[in-house]
């Protein structure tokens, strides 16, 4: 079946204690991308992958890192945790640019 | 950057009647606006797009519509259903890999 992966699933922590949210898919999608959701803000951007080792920051990049080695990976790194990155993460995977994206159930993350 | 504005932020239809919901984008450069669905728990899904050679393109129920001039472009769902009740979003691109999203409709059908 065609997906993509997000684990964990939820996730609480603490200010500061390094995350990572890995995400993986299995179409072979060159384009690989993260947004956060939060309440009347709708979806926005953070990072975006065009393919293996390039990435590019989207419109909320501040306090987050990725990473694209392989194909299939993109992980989220949090890497000193504030509470203000409380949010529903999702990562989305496409063929290419402008094409339908496909997203993964989402990460609840909350950070205290 | 790109500033999707979308509006209404909540709508309530009556099973069988229709719904509209309508986005403004900042940047004339956007070429390419995708409308995604969300119901709750799930990640969304890509419902129709347009690109911006076309003025209207229509999906069964759904169709969608853009007035390059005035810079939006609207979602239109016929004999509403209560699947229909969903989080949709609008999006807008230009030639390349960032999508802007506005703030989200919330639908809801009532039966």
């Known amino acids: 079946e065609a997906q993509v992966t997000q684990n964990p699933r939820y996730l609480i922590t603490v200010t500061g204690k390094k995350l990572t949210v890995t995400c993986s898919q299995n179409m072979n999608h060159e384009y690989m991308s993260w947004y956060r959701q939060d309440p009347g803000l709708g979806l926005r951007q953070i990072y975006y992958s065009m393919n293996v080792e390039v990435t590019d920051k989207g419109d909320v990049p501040e306090g987050y890192k990725v990473s694209r080695k392989e194909k299939r990976n993109f992980p989220l790194i949090l890497e000193s945790p504030s509470p203000n990155q409380t949010s529903l993460y999702f990562c989305a995977s496409s063929l290419a640019a402008q094409t339908e994206q496909y997203f993964g159930p989402g990460t609840r993350l909350t950070v205290t | 950057g790109e500033n999707v504005e979308q509006h209404p932020s909540t709508l309530s239809v009556q099973e069988g009647d229709s719904a509209v919901i309508k986005c403004t984008y900042s940047?004339?450069?956007?070429?390419?606006f995708p409308w995604y669905k969300q119901e709750l728990g799930k990640g969304p899904q890509l419902i129709i797009d347009?690109?911006?050679?076309?003025g209207e393109k229509k999906d069964q129920r759904i169709a969608v519509t853009l007035n390059k001039t005035a810079k939006h472009f609207s979602l239109h769902i016929t004999e509403t259903q209560p699947e229909d009740s969903a989080v949709y979003f609008c999006?807008?691109?230009?030639?390349?890999?960032?999508?802007?999203f506005g703030a989200g409709t919330t639908v809801t059908v009532r039966a």
């Open positions: 999006a807008a691109s230009k030639n390349d890999y960032k999508l802007s």
């Open positions: 347009i690109r911006s050679n076309v």
């Open positions: 940047d004339s450069a956007s070429n390419y």
